[in-house]
């Protein structure tokens, strides 16, 4: 589905061939200072690139399941540039314990953002924004409990969060047609695609030396996450696309058989909980409605390891 077109195409060779270069000076600077023996401050500025996947360059309508959400690349897709600003403090009163706190500032040129297209179908694409920034806080806490109990040596236990706000300023284009009579719907400005509201992690990890034996759980939670953002067209509104909030529950298990030999067991997506997309905007009454809702399922994997 080439840019502009409203219905699918057969491609001949090259039509949907991409060249693209860029050359980039992306400096960095870093500064770590000792404050005391356990305490630590450190900061850093580097500016980076985010480059477009061959996913997002792609002008094939593709689709993760039957039936699923209809994605189509955009071949005229730019880099986009980031300014990264750091700051980080660390407080290590021992070794295998830590106390956290970073803040973080994203400043984006060209950011790539999903938006929803109307065709003769809907279906969400790749475009470059003019700008956008991101910003938030984590804080992160480890604890070796070895260090508490000697019946407790082995177990480690550990949490971090993350509060993550973006923006992204629209395309004059959507600017104005959001603000057209039939749309109404005025905006200028939106949170970032793919960039939960927040993230928390709780895990525990136990190493059982004796019997050559480690266990680790892990525990994440994804806030709402901006899918898709709006789009209108035919004198239609469509309101943007929210993945709600859920948790994943991960085990693995790993074994050292002999000398160089380990087998590793893993348990993926436990709890196997709803992952529900909605359709959500100030415009919209009646409150979200859902757009889609499924199962992953639950993934089981063995492996068997040897180094020579």
């Known amino acids: 589905l080439p840019p502009g077109a409203t219905q699918g195409q057969f491609l001949l060779p090259?039509?949907?061939?991409?060249?693209?270069?860029?050359?980039?000076?992306?400096?960095?600077?870093?500064?770590?200072?000792?404050?005391?023996?356990?305490?630590?401050?450190?900061?850093?500025?580097?500016?980076?690139?985010?480059?477009?996947?061959?996913?997002?360059?792609?002008?094939?309508?593709?689709?993760?399941?039957?039936?699923?959400?209809?994605?189509?690349?955009?071949?005229?897709?730019?880099?986009?540039?980031?300014?990264?600003?750091?700051?980080?403090?660390?407080?290590?009163?021992?070794?295998?314990?830590?106390?956290?706190?970073?803040?973080?500032?994203?400043?984006?040129?060209?950011?790539i953002e999903y938006v929803q297209v109307v065709s003769s179908f809907t279906f969400t694409t790749a475009r470059n924004y003019p700008e956008g920034k991101l910003q938030g806080f984590e804080a992160e806490v480890r604890q070796d409990m070895g260090q508490l109990r000697d019946g407790w040596r082995g177990l480690l236990l550990g949490a971090n969060a993350t509060l993550i706000e973006s923006e992204v300023r629209l395309p004059q284009d959507e600017i104005n047609g959001f603000n057209l009579p039939s749309i109404q719907a005025p905006m200028d400005s939106r949170e970032m695609t793919n960039a939960p509201e927040h993230l928390y992690n709780l895990y525990a990890t136990l190493d059982l030396e004796s019997i050559g034996t480690e266990v680790g759980l892990f525990y994440t939670i994804q806030g709402d996450t901006l899918v898709a953002g709006a789009g209108q067209a035919n004198n239609n509104f469509v309101p943007s696309v929210f993945a709600e909030e859920y948790g994943t529950l991960n085990l693995t298990v790993a074994k050292r058989l002999g000398e160089g030999v380990a087998l590793r067991l893993q348990g993926k997506n436990l709890t196997n909980p709803e992952i529900k997309e909605v359709y959500r905007s100030p415009y919209v009454p009646g409150g979200d409605v859902t757009r889609s809702s499924y199962h992953k399922g639950i993934e089981f994997t063995i492996g068997l390891s040897a180094s020579f």
Do not use: C, H
């Open 14 to 111: 090259g039509d949907a061939d991409v060249d693209f270069s860029s050359d980039d000076v992306l400096p960095s600077i870093g500064l770590i200072y000792d404050m005391s023996e356990s305490v630590t401050l450190r900061a850093s500025y580097a500016e980076t690139v985010a480059r477009q996947t061959f996913k997002e360059l792609t002008p094939i309508l593709s689709q993760e399941f039957y039936g699923g959400p209809t994605f189509v690349g955009n071949p005229d897709l730019d880099m986009a540039s980031l300014r990264n600003y750091d700051l980080r403090l660390d407080y290590v009163p021992y070794q295998g314990g830590l106390w956290s706190l970073s803040w973080f500032d994203k400043l984006i040129e060209d950011p």
